[in-house]
């Protein structure tokens, strides 16, 4: 399976900047810096056509479907019918009736999992995955089978990113009811062969489900052609609305399998004594759907068929080479997935100096560049590179060279200034001793006071972040020897540590040493510490640390991991403090 070597697609002139100026988020700035948005694995920006569609429609067209007899209903759902016409279309389905909508790739994999696993799965039945699946391609199926006590196999993949098709043939056996493959990979970018996956499968008799979230915005989709039994796509990576997506079914897959869930629209007729189901489509469709969600993910399609998927596809395969063979100049930075054929996804982890992804991500915020750090919802995936998270870029349509060159040079540079900072080895020599930090002032709300003017006199965020690492930067250095398990904090996305005691010859005052892998954290933890460490356990309990963060602007300049990261370790510490705290009734 390839999307690039047509003749026609490398012929086709595209012109990035007259696609860029559909696009008015791409005119605006984050952290004073013209944004560069990377990010299109995760969600895709809207053309200005699909927000006027969808607004059209909500200002003069809407009102309920399917079931009104006034003319403005009836607008409605011709509407709605005619955007799954289209998708049909799209992907070239046999009938619209074989497309219904969801809200989601992840819905539509549940209702396949729950409809037709459930029917159709029972013990010793094998539902065959891969290791590069997104979550929401493994999760659904665990569920099902852990109810049917049907069994999951992974197909493994190898260094490269690829997936090992040798172990796949050999795991295909009577015993394989379902294969639930992604076509391309979100954390790595690898292209599967699903046609060559779909058709080993049906030589056996099971049926296969694409998860074609990945490939619909780029590349051409033609599931009669490919002989998908089922394949399901979002459309809000498709340059359409949230909250909209698209599960394909042959019509006697969908015919036989049960409604996923009971509503209005979804019967024939209803009694206390039975009920019968509507016909497809609306048998899936419980509920009013999201008709809006629908007529914007039509204007979409409309809108990416109009600039032609060939030429998309070799606009972004260029950039895709061109980011690879930039990012590989960088000295110290590893590119996860190398595969032989890719879309256009980059991942790369910081090895010589080590950053931690999450601190490459913050740092190319700053400079106005949108990356994903994180496990990409592949856990599995991450385990088997060895890694906890990747930085990840991805293309889209309207991404050009330029946003390429700015995130060569930023993420450059952030490896630079890493290198220029003190080794880990000073850092271990230090930690040889265990020195607790006292008291910086009086009480937490007394260096709270000292915080809040340093904060106040450091104009915007990036300064503020700054001076953060800064903080973070001369923290105490934790051995070692107390990163234990005991001692490392859940709920936060890096890993941090956190020891603590009471002093000794006291019974109150609390001290505690931290550590974390990403410096942005180290930084929060140098605020906790000035706060907290050294303080008495009733002041302590007295200061509302929320409050204070929120005051600061942490709250809206963290993510919400890295907010509930920090939460857990102010609450370790309150917990701690409570059992300290004198008690007032005592003789
Ligand atoms: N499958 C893959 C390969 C994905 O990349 C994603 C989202 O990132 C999903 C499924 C889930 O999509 P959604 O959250 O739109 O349901």
């Keep these: 399976m390839t999307r690039f070597r047509s003749p026609a697609a490398t012929a086709s002139p595209f012109d990035v900047e007259a696609v860029r100026a559909q696009f008015p988020i791409l005119a605006t700035q984050a952290h004073g810096r013209p944004l560069v948005y990377l990010d299109n694995a995760a969600s895709a920006q809207k053309p200005r056509a ?33 955007a799954r016409e289209r998708v049909a279309r799209f992907i070239n389905a046999a009938e619209p009736a074989e497309c219904l909508f969801t809200r989601g790739t992840t ?36 569920l099902v089978a852990e109810r049917t006590g049907a069994r999951i196999r992974v197909i493994p993949i190898d260094d490269a990113g690829d997936l090992q098709l040798d ?17 391309v990979s979100n954390a790595l970018g690898t292209i599967n062969p699903v046609a060559e996956i779909i058709a080993a499968a049906h030589a056996i008799g099971a049926l296969v489900l694409i998860d074609g979230a990945q490939w619909v915005a780029h590349g051409r989709t033609d599931v009669q052609a490919l002989d998908a039994d089922f394949y399901a796509f979002s459309g809000h990576k498709l340059y359409g609305p949230t909250g909209i997506g698209v599960l394909y079914g042959k019509r006697r897959l969908l015919d036989a399998m049960p409604p996923y869930q009971g ?30 969600g629908a007529v ?7 809108w990416l068929d109009a600039l032609g998927l060939e030429a998309v596809a070799a606009h972004e395969d260029a950039l895709l080479r061109e980011a690879t063979t930039r990012l590989a100049e960088i000295p110290g930075l590893e590119l996860k997935g190398t595969a032989r054929d890719k879309a256009g996804v980059l991942s790369w982890v910081a090895v010589d100096p080590p950053i931690s992804t999450l601190d490459m991500g913050t740092r190319l915020d700053l400079e106005g560049i949108c990356v994903r750090t994180g496990h990409h919802c592949c856990e599995p995936l991450m385990d088997r590179l060895g890694v906890t998270s990747t930085a990840r870029a991805s293309f889209g349509v309207y991404n050009n060279r330029d946003d390429v060159e700015r995130l060569a040079g930023a993420l450059a540079e952030v490896f630079a ?21 006292g008291a910086v002032a009086a009480s937490p709300a007394a260096v709270a006071e000292e915080i809040r003017e340093l904060f106040e006199v450091l104009p915007d965020w990036p300064m503020r972040y700054q001076q953060l ?54 930084g929060l933890i140098a605020l906790l510490q ?26 809206q300049h963290l993510s919400l991991t890295r907010r509930n990261g920090l939460a857990a370790m102010a609450q370790r510490l309150r917990e701690l403090a409570g059992l300290y705290r004198p008690d007032p009734d005592a003789p």
Excluded at 69 to 75: P, R, W
Excluded at 263 to 292: C, Q, R, W, Y
Excluded at 476 to 495: D, I, Y
């Design 296 to 302: 914007g993910l039509a204007a979409a399609i409309d």
């Design 50 to 82: 699909v927000v006027e569609a969808v607004s059209d429609y909500y200002l003069g067209k809407h009102a309920n479907i399917h079931r009104g007899a006034y003319l403005l209903s009836q607008t409605a759902t011709r509407l709605y019918e005619e």
């Design 167 to 183: 172990a796949y043939y050999q795991m295909l056996s009577p015993r394989t009811r379902l294969v639930a493959i992604g076509q």
């Design 530 to 555: 000035r706060l907290f460490s050294g303080q008495r356990a009733a002041d302590i309990l007295a200061f509302d640390a929320s409050a204070f963060f929120a005051e600061l602007g942490l709250d």
């Design 263 to 292: 509503g209005g629209d979804m019967i024939a007729h209803v009694s206390f004594t039975e009920t019968t189901f509507a016909e497809l489509p609306n048998k899936f469709e419980a509920g009013t759907p999201h008709i809006a």
């Design 417 to 437: 200034r890493a290198r220029r900072r003190p080794g880990a080895e000073r850092a271990a020599a230090i930690a040889e001793t265990i020195a607790y930090p």
């Design 469 to 522: 690492i800064e903080l973070g930067e001369g923290l105490p250095a934790m051995p070692e020897g107390l990163k234990t398990r005991a001692n490392f904090v859940s709920g936060c996305q890096s890993q941090v540590y956190l020891a603590a005691r009471v002093r000794p010859g006291t019974d109150d005052v609390i001290e505690f040493l931290a550590d974390a892998d990403a410096d942005i954290v180290r």
């Design 107 to 142: 819905e539509s994999i549940n209702l396949v999992a729950s409809s037709w696993g459930m029917q159709h799965l029972g013990p010793g039945d094998e539902i065959i995955l891969s290791l590069l699946e997104h979550h929401s391609n493994i999760v659904p199926w665990q």
